[in-house]
């Protein structure tokens, strides 16, 4: 233990790969960012400590009295000559929340301003550092003349040769002379994006965003159009109101858009991947917090939307009365066009698709693997369905220099996972649409999204409610990200191990999943125990 050195322990977590792809190479530097990010940390909890203080103020004193002006009225003024109590302080936050000023003219230029001064640390920081020309902050050797081909014009000099396969990375061997390429694709040697393709895209966002905030704030009037006129003009004028006054639609409509995003990063971890020498072991323990989180977000997203259409929201239609001149009777016709009216009215023929997809996905997966099981065992494997992933292939070539091997067995496997997806979303979506009223029981609503079963009464109520079925929901949602990590694993594994042809012999049946996969690397964790000893897995046996 005398000989123990702490900094010799493996990191599996991601982050020094994060430092030393971005220049950092020393510990004083990560020091140094660490005070910094402290710095931020505590101007945030500033910020947000004056916009807490302020909030209540702008919301039921300021912004209840703003007049804009309009095309209607072009003599209203922006604050009411009435009162004269404004601060600064409540003016700088009542245009700070201004929607449109916010969103289309400071919004747009924030980001835009740091994607370019990002891709300005990795062409000055970054990519010297990879290739040998800084070290500790100095740049050892002469940059002059390449800031001069800049400074003349001479922007070809940009884009020259790229790193070649055996750079090695912090020298010059093998280093090339570009800061902004296009190569796609990702470097074999150190398994990531190349630092001038980053860098590149980023100053090709940042322009995009500041020339198109500009062009917004400029030409609204022609370019742009803000959500409150687009609802207007697509008929729904009171969707704003819904999205305002329902919490659990705002927290619905946000866990569905992180789970989204939360799965996209999951799939750049290993796609595109911009941290260089990440381990496999890192990859798959990211992916798989990614794809886990995703997966409860969009749980959560499409449960509490349940929630909203039980709690919040309340059908607004227009009685039309009209007299039967037969029957000297009237009837009274409802009317409405809000978008989760008419879902609501349709929701029968959402969920027969959903049901008809998950069901056709599910048998004929579940048929291609029975049949190559089938003839695996009667000695005949060439008789087995094997069907090629053609259009997935050709955009692969399309869109990246290196190919990752995909044959069969990924193409079942992913018809299984979206029979998992579509199950999944068909019992979420029907407890949803269901969560008011069902022909069983059409005041479903008066009790709550959750209830006990009450036996026979009304011709069975048990697992009808939407907490009941957001619970076998999570249970399919659970089944799924089980083949998805388990064939992310195996497909890896047998790609770092570079022994990819018994992955694509044996995925095409299930006796193969469970022989050369889950019996086979589980040797270990089977033998935790054994007579003459427990080793380190012996804990989870």
Same mark, same amino acid.
């Given at each position: 233990?005398?000989?123990?050195?702490?900094?010799?322990?493996?990191?599996?977590?991601?982050?020094?790969?994060?430092?030393?792809?971005?220049?950092?190479?020393?510990?004083?530097?990560?020091?140094?960012?660490?005070?910094?990010?402290?710095?931020?940390?505590?101007?945030?909890?500033?910020?947000?400590?004056? /916009?807490?203080?302020?909030?209540?103020?702008?919301?039921? !004193?300021?912004? $209840?009295?703003?007049?804009?002006?309009?095309?209607?009225?072009?003599?209203?003024?922006?604050?009411?000559?009435?009162?004269?109590?404004?601060? $600064?302080?409540?003016?700088?936050?009542?245009?700070?929340?201004?929607?449109?000023?916010?969103?289309?003219?400071? +919004?747009?230029?924030?980001?835009?301003?740091?994607?370019?001064?990002?891709?300005?640390?990795?062409?000055?920081?970054?990519?010297?550092?990879?290739?040998?020309?800084?070290?500790?902050?100095? !740049?050892?050797?002469?940059?002059?003349?390449?800031? #001069?081909?800049?400074?003349?014009?001479?922007?070809?000099?940009?884009?020259?040769?790229?790193?070649?396969?055996?750079?090695?990375?912090?020298?010059?061997?093998?280093?090339?002379?570009?800061?902004?390429?296009?190569?796609?694709?990702?470097?074999?040697?150190?398994? &990531?994006?190349?630092?001038?393709?980053?860098?590149?895209?980023?100053?090709?966002?940042?322009?995009?965003?500041?020339?198109?905030?500009?062009?917004?704030?400029?030409?609204?009037?022609?370019?742009?159009?803000?959500?409150?006129?687009?609802?207007?003009?697509? =008929?729904? $004028?009171?969707?704003?109101?819904?999205?305002?006054?329902?919490?659990?639609?705002?927290?619905?409509?946000?866990?569905?858009?992180?789970?989204?995003? &939360?799965?996209?990063? =999951?799939? /750049?971890?290993?796609?595109?991947?911009?941290?260089?020498?990440?381990?496999?072991?890192?990859?798959?323990?990211?992916?798989?917090?990614?794809?886990?989180?995703?997966?409860?977000?969009?749980?959560?997203?499409?449960? /509490?939307?349940?929630?909203?259409?039980?709690?919040?929201?309340?059908?607004?239609?227009?009685?039309?009365?009209?007299?039967?001149?037969?029957?000297?009777?009237?009837?009274?016709?409802?009317?409405?066009?809000?978008?989760? !009216?008419?879902?609501?009215?349709?929701?029968?023929?959402?969920?027969?698709?959903?049901?008809?997809?998950?069901?056709?996905?599910?048998?004929?997966?579940?048929?291609?693997?029975?049949?190559?099981?089938?003839?695996?065992?009667?000695?005949?494997?060439?008789?087995? +369905?094997?069907?090629? $992933?053609?259009?997935?292939?050709?955009?692969?070539?399309?869109?990246?220099?290196?190919?990752?091997?995909?044959?069969?067995?990924?193409?079942?496997?992913?018809?299984?996972?979206?029979?998992?997806?579509?199950?999944?979303?068909? +019992?979420? +979506?029907?407890?949803?649409?269901?969560?008011?009223?069902?022909?069983?029981?059409?005041?479903?609503?008066?009790?709550?999204?959750?209830?006990?079963?009450?036996?026979?009464?009304?011709?069975?109520?048990?697992?009808?409610?939407?907490?009941?079925?957001? !619970?076998?929901?999570?249970?399919?949602?659970?089944?799924?990200?089980?083949?998805?990590?388990?064939?992310?694993?195996?497909?890896?594994?047998?790609?770092?191990? #570079?022994?990819?042809?018994?992955?694509?012999?044996?995925?095409?049946?299930? #006796?193969?999943?469970?022989?050369?996969?889950?019996?086979?690397?589980?040797?270990?964790?089977?033998?935790?125990?054994?007579?003459?000893?427990?080793?380190?897995?012996?804990?989870?046996?």
């Amino acid at each position: 233990m005398s000989s123990y050195d702490p900094e010799s322990d493996v990191a599996f977590s991601g982050l020094y790969n994060l430092l030393i792809t971005v220049g950092f190479t020393t510990t004083i530097e990560i020091y140094k960012l660490t005070i910094l990010l402290q710095l931020f940390a505590l101007a945030a909890g500033c910020i947000s400590l004056v /916009h807490s203080v302020y909030i209540d103020s702008i919301i039921f !004193y300021l912004l $209840p009295r703003l007049e804009i002006a309009t095309t209607t009225s072009p003599t209203k003024t922006l604050f009411p000559t009435n009162n004269l109590s404004y601060s $600064p302080m409540r003016l700088l936050l009542s245009l700070y929340d201004a929607s449109n000023l916010r969103l289309n003219f400071h +919004i747009g230029p924030l980001i835009g301003l740091t994607s370019i001064l990002w891709s300005g640390h990795i062409i000055h920081k970054a990519i010297p550092v990879s290739r040998g020309i800084m070290s500790g902050g100095i !740049y050892n050797v002469n940059i002059s003349s390449c800031l #001069n081909q800049i400074y003349a014009g001479d922007l070809s000099s940009l884009a020259g040769t790229s790193d070649s396969d055996n750079h090695i990375w912090l020298s010059n061997l093998g280093a090339g002379s570009s800061l902004l390429s296009f190569n796609t694709g990702l470097k074999p040697d150190s398994n &990531s994006l190349v630092l001038s393709d980053i860098s590149h895209h980023h100053l090709a966002i940042g322009v995009l965003l500041v020339v198109s905030s500009h062009l917004y704030s400029s030409l609204f009037s022609g370019y742009g159009h803000n959500i409150s006129k687009l609802a207007s003009a697509n =008929g729904n $004028p009171n969707i704003l109101k819904l999205l305002y006054s329902s919490l659990n639609l705002n927290l619905a409509l946000a866990l569905m858009g992180l789970s989204f995003l &939360s799965s996209l990063v =999951g799939q /750049h971890t290993y796609s595109l991947l911009p941290f260089a020498f990440m381990s496999y072991s890192t990859i798959v323990a990211l992916y798989v917090h990614h794809q886990y989180i995703a997966s409860l977000f969009m749980f959560g997203g499409l449960y /509490h939307l349940s929630i909203f259409l039980v709690r919040d929201y309340s059908i607004n239609t227009s009685t039309n009365t009209s007299a039967n001149s037969a029957a000297t009777s009237s009837y009274i016709s409802t009317q409405t066009d809000e978008p989760l !009216y008419i879902v609501l009215k349709t929701k029968f023929q959402i969920i027969s698709h959903l049901s008809w997809v998950s069901l056709f996905t599910g048998f004929h997966t579940l048929l291609i693997y029975v049949h190559n099981d089938t003839v695996v065992a009667f000695g005949d494997p060439d008789k087995q +369905i094997l069907l090629e $992933p053609l259009i997935a292939l050709n955009f692969q070539r399309i869109s990246s220099n290196g190919v990752i091997g995909l044959g069969t067995g990924d193409l079942i496997v992913h018809h299984a996972f979206s029979f998992g997806i579509h199950t999944c979303v068909l +019992i979420l +979506i029907k407890g949803s649409l269901d969560s008011r009223s069902s022909k069983i029981m059409p005041d479903k609503m008066y009790l709550s999204n959750s209830f006990a079963c009450d036996g026979p009464t009304r011709g069975g109520t048990c697992d009808i409610s939407s907490w009941d079925s957001a !619970y076998l929901a999570l249970f399919w949602v659970l089944n799924t990200d089980g083949w998805l990590m388990f064939y992310f694993h195996w497909k890896h594994l047998t790609l770092f191990e #570079n022994t990819v042809f018994q992955f694509e012999e044996s995925s095409t049946y299930l #006796n193969g999943w469970f022989r050369d996969y889950l019996w086979f690397n589980s040797a270990s964790l089977i033998n935790g125990y054994s007579p003459f000893r427990a080793n380190d897995l012996s804990c989870w046996a």
